[in-house]
Structures are given as structure tokens and as C-alpha cells.
């Protein structure tokens, strides 16, 4: 596979062109942003290390039947991926109260919910990426009734299928972002799932693996980046 143009340079990652107009390379950087960018840092080694985890996830999720535009790990850094048109949405699923969910409702963090909840946000940095509703959607035509059916079928069992894994290594998953896009008719999961995109808290300790350690400076960021990655490497 040729590595040629890049296309886009994100806050975490950069998408290259290859010689099959249908695949694109995801280059994982050590770049750490938080609070819509006003937050900038580095965390060392992540991209290596979330290159794996995102691998790892990916091939779980399609062992388990969910599409998703992973198609291989090339080295350290990159992995190959369907190339998308990214449905403008971040889909957030919480399986208890953190984050902006806590600031929106006034809730202390870790409030247990009945159920879990999906919330759509509009991806737009410039608007910091705001929360809407499937009116919203529809009414703008961010994504047809059909992808928005489609996606939250897809959620629901990923949902279902991270939380029994992460169960299974000791860490509880309390909340993640996931991205879709639209690949020959089809709606496939895409961009990474990483500790830079869920919240994990160890079962028992209640230590946060995630980026909360760098948004709340907490320390040893990469250790638990790393910790992640050995658990779903077992
Ligand atoms: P951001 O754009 O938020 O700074 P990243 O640094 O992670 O985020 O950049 C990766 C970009 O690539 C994101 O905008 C994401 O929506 C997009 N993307 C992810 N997977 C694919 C794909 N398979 N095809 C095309 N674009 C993708
Ligand atoms: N998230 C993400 N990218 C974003 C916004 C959120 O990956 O642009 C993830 C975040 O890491 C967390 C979940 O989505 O796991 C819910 O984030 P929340 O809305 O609580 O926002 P935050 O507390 O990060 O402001």
C-alpha cells in the first residue's frame, strides 16, 4: 500500500491518501487537545498506543458483526481505513454520569443512570460542537431518518459489545464518543475508539484510564494510556 497525499491534519490524527481511491491511512499523532482545543498538549507515546487499542476495538467490534471502515494495522503509528464521508455527528453513549452530562444536569460525577443515554452532537469546532436532537438533524439534513435509525441500531450494540470487554479486563466504561461515515451506501463505524475517546475508571479503584488524566492534569497520563492497552492486549 502507497502512502500519498495528506488530506487532513486533525487535532489528534492525519489522513493520507494511498493508491486505492477507496483507502485512506490514519496516522495516529502524540497531539492531546481538551475543552474544544483551549487545552493543548502532548501525551507521550499515544498515538502508537492508541493505534493498538483502536485496532484492538475495531477488530472486536467486527468479530461481533458491526461494520466498521478498520482494514488493517500497517505499522506503529498508522492504519488502513474504507475512506468515509463523515456524517457531521458526534454520537455520545453514557452508561453513567460524567463530564459535560454532570454540567448540563448538575449531577455529581459517577450518578448512576437507569438507562444508558445517546446524545447527538453537531461536529462543527467552530460551534464547539454542539448538542442537538434528531429534529435537528432532520430539519438541516445533517443525516436522512434511515442513517439516523441505522446508527442508533449500531450504537446500542456497540455499546453492548465495549462494555462486556472492557468488563472483562476490570474497567467500566462510562461514557465514549463514536463517529460514522458513509461508505458505497452503507453506514460504517469510523475514527478511533481510544482512551482519548471513552472514559474507563478501573472496577474496585475507580481510577480513571483515560483523558481525564490530561484534562484534569492528574498525572501519570501515559501509564494509564498504557495500562489500557496491556489489558486488551491480553
Ligand atoms: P479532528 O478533526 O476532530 O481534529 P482528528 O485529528 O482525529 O480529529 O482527525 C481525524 C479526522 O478524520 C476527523 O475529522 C474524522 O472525522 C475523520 N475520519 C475518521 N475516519 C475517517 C475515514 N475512514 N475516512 C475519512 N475521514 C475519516
Ligand atoms: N468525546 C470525544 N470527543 C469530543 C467530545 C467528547 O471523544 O469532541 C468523548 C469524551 O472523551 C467522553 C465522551 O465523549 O468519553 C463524553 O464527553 P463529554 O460530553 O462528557 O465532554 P467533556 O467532558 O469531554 O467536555
Known amino acids: 500500500m502507497e502512502k500519498l497525499d495528506k488530506i487532513y491534519e486533525g487535532k489528534a490524527k492525519i489522513l493520507y491518501t494511498t493508491n486505492d481511491p477507496d483507502l485512506v491511512i490514519q496516522y495516529f499523532k502524540d497531539d492531546a487537545t481538551a475543552f474544544n482545543a483551549a487545552k493543548k498538549g502532548s501525551i507521550d507515546q499515544k498515538g502508537v498506543i492508541n493505534n493498538k487499542i483502536s485496532t484492538k476495538i475495531f477488530e472486536m467490534l467486527q468479530s461481533r458483526g458491526i461494520k466498521t471502515h478498520f482494514v488493517k494495522q500497517l505499522n506503529e503509528r498508522e492504519m488502513l481505513v474504507k475512506k468515509v464521508s463523515i456524517v457531521p455527528l458526534e454520537v455520545i453513549i453514557r452508561n453513567r454520569a460524567a463530564g459535560s452530562l454532570c454540567r448540563l444536569l ?38 436522512t431518518d434511515q442513517e439516523v435509525e441505522k446508527i442508533k441500531t449500531m450504537v446500542f450494540k456497540i455499546n453492548d459489545a465495549m462494555k462486556e470487554f ?48 490530561f484534562r484534569r492534569d492528574l498525572g501519570n497520563i501515559e501509564q494509564a494510556y498504557q495500562e489500557v492497552l496491556r489489558r486488551v492486549s491480553r
Open 106 to 143: 448538575g449531577l455529581p460525577e459517577g450518578t448512576t443512570l437507569a438507562c444508558p443515554i445517546l446524545e447527538f452532537c453537531y461536529k462543527e469546532d467552530k460551534l464547539g460542537d454542539p448538542m442537538i436532537t434528531e429534529y435537528h438533524i432532520r430539519a438541516l439534513n445533517y443525516a
Open 166 to 213: 472492557f468488563a472483562a479486563l476490570n474497567i467500566e466504561l462510562i461514557d465514549f464518543k463514536l463517529e460514522f461515515g458513509r461508505y458505497k451506501d452503507e453506514i460504517i463505524l469510523a475514527d478511533e475508539i481510544s482512551p482519548d475517546t471513552c472514559r474507563l475508571w478501573e472496577i474496585g479503584t475507580g481510577e480513571k484510564l483515560d483523558k481525564d488524566r
